[in-house]
């Protein structure tokens, strides 16, 4: 089965779902009109179709190594990702000073679906350069900035994101990393990062690292952090890479999946970097990149749901196995193999919209001012942590079903339906474990007194007009009930208990609102929404209550008992 990038589903769910027309009436995006937008994303699945696509089962079979120091990467990577760079598609949303497109995160999001979708482990590569090209942009000098932009956004150097040690995950304020300062306006850094994606490879000219370390006057936690840029190569006076840096790759990974992707153990030790925004506020630049780097992570869990759901279509087309009930050749027919399908082909939905939704908002936050402004920016903060996660926990559900279409073939290397499986777990735990998210959502989010939560309630509510009104109303008051509690409680851990079913009631009420919304404009995306209120939209009801049920429940058992 050849993957083909979902443009019509793309550009419907743009066009009458999220609002992107709304870019084009702002002065910064007055360009990203339809055509346009049609035109940029037919570009890109040509790439992701005839580039990304071929190489998808050579990082399975093929993964990446670490020989005599060097990271060699899978058959065809070097190719694909050239293809990427060439074609502008890493720099798609960075700015034109630099040699970028300038184009909405809107359209840079729709692009990375179709990537994500074709080839997850090399797409990973330019995702951690636009991470750090947006990091950049907002904190670099302009000295930083003129050298490392134009090379990033022309995949001439790529860029990765170093937070992770053994004994600071989440936690990041307890990070050992150290930096010195050297007199001359660099910076000496000493540490071991782990879990690096994409630390090195063998096709660009550079690789450059963002890292987090402390300062000898700087404050325990997260307050005394401060960000460098260390290249692996250090660019001479004409900024062309010179000497090696201090730091070195310890090792890379065996992983569940994503083998084509190197996830590096990398090690500094007295390596020259540059500061990055100011002296112990690095947090606050690294969350620049994270805060849309959890978007791009969703989108990642949103790619492999299409690739899996169109890979198990195919095959259930064409499988032949037992009667069905009209007498058609295929599975597809088969009741309980049309209800994987169905689910599968409904989640994907929702997730694009759900994501392309909160790019929306973040673009409108930034090409807006004062109420507007604040308006889009509370609603894409609300939507992020939503997005991230409940894309990432369909990615996998999406995928596993399509295991089960499969049959036992599905349980077989060969058919590709397991490495989508494996290769689309971790994005749960990238960028913040879905669990944090969540928490996000009921404690960060809420901390308005929930005018955004409001908002966006209110925003579905006054949309309810479709066949499903009633029904989107229905779970309308639902999440609101559960908003409500979540605002009342005093202890904090009663939210937290609660926060992953009301992350996914709130999902799940999105997609009630997107879905019926589409089955109101065209009549032919009504059955998908007959479904989803049918088989999906019916599990708020219960989301609800074990959101609402406070911490209790969970402490039922004490440690002993749970681990006896």
């Known amino acids: 089965m050849t993957y083909r990038a979902p443009l019509d589903d793309i550009a419907f769910t743009l066009d009458h779902l999220v609002g992107a027309d709304f870019l084009t009436g702002t002065e910064r995006f007055a360009e990203a009109t339809r055509d346009t937008r049609n035109a940029v994303l037919a570009e890109a699945a040509k790439v ?44 798609i949303a960075a700015d034109p000073e630099h040699g970028g497109m300038g184009l909405p995160l809107t359209l840079g999001t729709a692009v990375n679906e179709m990537m994500s979708s074709a080839c997850l482990a090399l797409s990973l590569c330019p995702l951690m350069s636009q991470g750090q090209i947006e990091a950049l942009e907002h904190h670099a000098s302009d000295e930083i900035k003129a050298l490392y932009l134009p090379k990033l956004i022309s995949g001439t150097w790529t860029g990765t994101m170093n937070l992770t040690e053994p004994q600071a995950g989440s936690d990041v304020g307890a990070l050992r990393s150290k930096a010195e300062r050297n007199g001359d306006g660099t910076y000496s850094i000493t540490g071991q990062k782990i879990y690096i994606s994409w630390g090195d490879n063998d096709f660009a000219e550079n690789v450059c690292h963002l890292v987090l370390a402390r300062l000898p006057d700087g404050v325990r936690g997260t307050k ?15 900024g062309k890479p010179g000497e090696a840096n201090s730091l070195h790759v310890v090792s890379l990974e065996r992983k569940l999946g994503l083998h084509g992707s190197p996830t590096a153990v990398m090690q500094y030790d007295g390596a020259t970097g540059w500061l990055i925004g100011e002296e112990h506020n690095g947090m606050a630049a690294m969350f620049t990149m994270m805060n849309n780097a959890r978007l791009g992570v969703g989108v990642e869990g949103l790619g492999v749901a299409e690739a899996a759901t169109q890979k198990a279509l195919a095959y259930a087309m064409d ?17 309980d193999v049309r209800r994987m399908l169905m689910t599968m082909k409904a989640l994907t939905a929702v997730s694009r919209a759900i994501c392309l939704d909160t790019a929306v908002s973040l673009d409108m936050a930034n090409a807006t001012e004062g109420a507007e402004r604040d308006y889009w920016k509370a609603r894409g903060a609300l939507l992020t942590p939503i997005a991230k996660a409940f894309s990432t926990d369909i990615g996998f559900e999406v995928a596993s079903m399509g295991v089960q279409v499969h049959g036992g073939m599905g349980f077989i290397e060969e058919t590709g339906a397991a490495q989508l499986m494996r290769d689309v777990r971790v994005t749960s735990i990238y960028e913040g474990t879905n669990g944090i998210q969540s928490m996000d959502l009921v404690g960060r989010k809420l901390m308005d007194g929930g005018v955004a939560a409001r908002a966006m309630l209110k925003d579905v509510g006054k949309a309810a007009s479709g066949p499903h009104a009633d029904a989107v109303r229905a779970a309308r008051e639902e999440v609101a009930e559960a908003t409500e509690w979540m605002l009342r409680v005093n202890d904090i851990n009663d939210r937290f208990a609660g926060s992953v079913p ?14 019926n919304k589409a089955a109101e404009i065209d009549p032919n995306r009504a059955g998908l929404a007959d479904f989803y209120m049918a088989h999906i939209a019916p599990q708020i009801t219960a989301l609800v209550s074990a959101a609402t049920s406070g911490s209790t429940p969970l402490y039922a058992l004490d440690a002993e008992r749970l681990a006896g």
Do not use: M
């Open 224 to 238: 005394g952090i401060s960000l460098f840029i260390v290249p692996k190569l250090i660019p001479d006076a004409d």
């Open 48 to 91: 992701a179709e005839d580039a990304l696509a071929p190489v998808q089962r050579n990082g399975d079979l093929h993964p990446a190594k670490l020989e005599d120091g060097v990271v060699r990467t899978s058959p065809g990577y070097k190719d694909g990702f050239r293809a990427l760079a060439e074609g502008g598609w890493i720099g």
């Open 319 to 335: 499988r032949k196995q037992g009667k069905t009930p009209t007498g058609a050749a295929g599975i597809i027919d088969h009741a």
């Open 502 to 515: 009301y992350l996914r009631a709130w999902a799940t009420l999105l997609g009630a609102h997107y879905l």
